[in-house]
């Protein structure tokens, strides 16, 4: 399982969406007005905003809000944010990614670097670390949709590249070029995706000591923390064991 996933696992059963909720709220807001000042403010015709109203939907997020972040990009009141990659090393020398939307580019640079700093790592300069990940479009469905032959082949016909299927379900892997277009191809056999976005998905996996395992995290936690972080991906495998401890 990739690294982004696992800690994403870790996180919704320990809670996390429940313990600040808000926070998650004002991050799927800032997407949703980036989303909807890259292009049209139609989801029909933005692919991007369509994705982000899907992430909002999926973590129940109210109609109200949703539309309301909208507004802000139509009526030219959200504040300009400039997207940033940072990249760098954790604990165990894992490679990690860390996508912000942030309206101070110097702030958030200290604040990620300090971070990396007090668990071990070392942020890099950008293209350090991302040549062992693909950028590259993931949707996601429940395992619950179907067999794991029965969504591969769902995505010859949808155009994806492949399907990875395990015990949390079915992702559909696409370049991001064909990434609007599988998305919707997929929509119209499976229904609407629990998830999709452009992500960084890496090519393969470090296995970490569990010593290691657990600063890692809190690297992870700590990033995932800020308000203009969006997402931090990773190319880590962590144990059964630590996965079983940090689970509860």
Known sequence: MAGHSQFKNIMHRKGRQDKERSKIFAKLSRE????????????????RLR????????????????????????????????EVRYEGRGPGGVALIVQALTDNRNRTSADV???FSKY???MGENGSVSFMFDHVGVIAYPKAKGSEDAMLEVALEAGADECV??????????TIENFAAVREALEAKLGPPESAAITWRPKSSVAVPDDAGETLVKLIETLDDHDDVQNVYGNYELSETLLAKLNG
């Not at 000042?37 to 989801?43: A, C, H, Q, T």
């Not at 949390?168 to 892997?173: C, V």
């Open 120 to 122: 071990g790592g070392q």
């Open 165 to 174: 299927s395990d015990g949390d379900g079915h992702e559909f892997i696409t």
């Open 113 to 115: 670097r300090a971070a």
């Open 32 to 47: 949703l007005t980036v989303a909807a000042k890259s292009g049209l403010p139609d989801p029909a015709h933005n692919p």
């Open 51 to 82: 994705a982000a109203i899907a992430a909002a939907k999926a973590e129940s997020m109210p109609k109200d809000n949703i539309e309301r972040a909208i507004a802000k990009a139509v009526g030219g009141t959200g504040e300009n944010y400039d």
